[in-house]
């Protein structure tokens, strides 16, 4: 699934996609400031699902998205707003918004709105074989997992699977892995303040709080603990 972020906000951008990537983390996100932006976007990639904030610098979220479905008739439409105004509600309606999302946007509310894509998270370009091996790793992180181990689960040969994960989500397995246990590790420093380095650690698969922190350091620019204080501010 491409998702498009459009808001000329860069914290908005940052904590909408944080949300969306927790609930939905196969997803692929490309983030805009304005519609310049967007518009090389979707020139580029077929977009499936679109987030546009109503009020930016220069052509609105609106003007934008009529731009949008005239070139993507199925794309989904989320308009997202800092004031609610009747004549934006008259504008959505002839573009086919599908729901609107208000500042600050809520988790609660944006899982809600978002429900009827849980009932198959995975994405359509990915292969059955590439959809289990993501189930696998998804539900094994916190274990000693590795690329022979997810091979026997679904089946193939290694050297298969390896080939065939890179070709379809884009990184080796173990870039994959790496990655999606430091997006759990980030989840984990924010909702369990009590929880040491080591725990964040450990809970997230990592052999060890050194390593754990070196690479958090090296994907994020920060260390887990400068991290789970700027989250707190």
Request: glycine fraction near 4%; proline fraction near 3%.
């Amino acid at each position: 699934m491409n998702v498009l972020l459009l808001d000329d906000e860069p914290l908005e951008l940052e904590q909408l996609e944080y949300l969306l990537h927790t609930e939905f983390p196969l997803w692929k996100f490309f983030k805009a400031a304005d519609a310049i932006q967007a518009q090389s976007i979707i020139l580029n990639h077929e977009i499936h699902l679109a987030f546009l904030d109503i009020n930016l610098p220069g052509k609105s979220g609106l003007e934008f998205g009529e731009e949008l479905r005239r070139c993507n008739k199925d794309v989904d439409i989320i308009m997202i707003t800092a004031c609610q105004d009747f004549s934006y509600a008259q504008q959505s309606l002839r573009i086919g918004v599908i729901d609107y999302l208000t500042k600050p946007v809520i988790e609660e509310v944006l899982v809600k709105i978002l429900s009827k894509y849980k009932e198959n998270p995975f994405s359509q370009n990915y292969s059955s074989l590439i959809q289990s091996s993501l189930k696998a790793i998804h539900q094994k992180f916190a274990e000693k997992i590795s690329l022979s181990a997810i091979a026997n689960e679904v089946h193939t040969n290694p050297t298969y699977l390896s080939r065939k994960f890179h070709e379809e989500v884009g990184v080796s397995f173990s870039e994959y892995l790496i990655q999606y246990r430091t997006h759990v590790a980030k989840r984990f420093l924010i909702t369990n303040p009590n929880w040491t380095i080591s725990d964040v650690a450990e809970n997230s698969g990592f052999s060890s709080q050194n390593y754990f922190s070196t690479l958090f350091r090296k994907i994020e620019g920060i260390s887990p603990t400068d991290f789970r204080e700027k989250e707190k501010k």
